[in-house]
């Protein structure tokens, strides 16, 4: 009875002691094979860490490389920059010389346009000076006392001034028949002559040549009867704008007729 027991139990112990091996040898087994798949998995990193570096390495011999060829084209390019800048300098100072001398041209022009200006009014000057100089050479002028007919003029309590006014030549028109004026246009010596003609009265026949408020010469003639004149004649030095002419004294009367008994004459000899 007993030996019957003993057996199963032996057989249920070593049961239990191969499931316990086999669990062990499993376990064991398991362990292998996680600690061989850790080395695996250990190694792969590694290989990818190395990889990963040695691209890396490649990159930054690459960068490395790049980054030098760049330092000598930033070289290059300061190089051509300097050379440049030093170009630029040379041609601000030449265009500061040009313009230097263009300020100089625009000067000498503008001094010269002033000569040019100022030489063309002193010639327009001159020739207005010799065109003057001409017509002046060309001053005469006479004319007679009544403009037509014949009559008296006088006698009066005052000097009146005696007016011309038939002319027969009036050259440069110096002479004014509305005013009796003659105003000499340039500086120079004029002659002057004046006759004057009355019948015989109580009261004389005169006439005296004025410049400008100066006397200068007198004509007078004084009978009781029948036709009578007198007559006087100067050279006198005028200044441009001096005017001359001729003034009867106070109670004095003069006459004139158709034959122009009467007159008044002068023109320039020269200039001064």
Not at 75 to 98: I, P, T
Not at 156 to 174: A, D, P, Y
């Amino acid at each position: 009875m007993e030996m019957k027991m003993f057996f199963p139990l032996l057989l249920l112990v070593c049961s239990v002691s191969t499931a316990e091996l086999q669990v062990q040898s499993d376990n064991d087994i398991l362990s292998h094979v996680r600690q061989t798949e850790g080395q695996v998995e250990e190694a792969e990193s590694l290989t990818e860490q190395q990889t990963c570096t040695q691209d890396i390495n490649a990159v930054l011999r690459e960068m490395t490389a790049l980054v030098a060829a760049l330092k000598v084209e930033v070289q290059h390019l300061q190089k051509d920059n300097e050379v440049k800048m030093m170009e630029l300098q040379s041609l601000n100072q030449r265009y500061q010389v040009q313009e230097t001398q263009v300020q100089k041209l625009q000067d000498q022009n503008q001094v010269q346009a002033a000569e040019l200006a100022a030489i063309k009014v002193n010639a327009e000057n001159q020739v207005e000076a010799l065109k003057r100089d001409g017509e002046a050479k060309q001053l005469a002028f006479s004319a007679s006392l009544l403009a037509s007919g014949k009559g008296y003029t006088g006698p009066f309590n005052t000097e009146i001034t005696l007016i011309f006014k038939h002319v027969v030549t009036n050259i440069g028109n110096t002479y004014n028949p509305n005013t009796g004026l003659f105003t000499a246009p340039v500086r120079g010596v004029y002659h002057f002559e004046f006759h004057i003609y009355g019948h015989g009265s109580t009261n004389p026949t005169s006439a005296v040549l004025i410049k400008n408020r100066e006397h200068i010469f007198t004509s007078w003639t004084h009978q009781s009867a029948g036709g009578q004149k007198a007559s006087n004649g100067v050279s006198v030095l005028l200044e441009i704008g001096d005017v001359v002419f001729l003034r009867m004294w106070a109670n004095s009367w003069v006459a004139d007729t158709e034959d122009h008994h009467t007159t008044f004459s002068g023109h320039l000899l020269f200039t001064m």
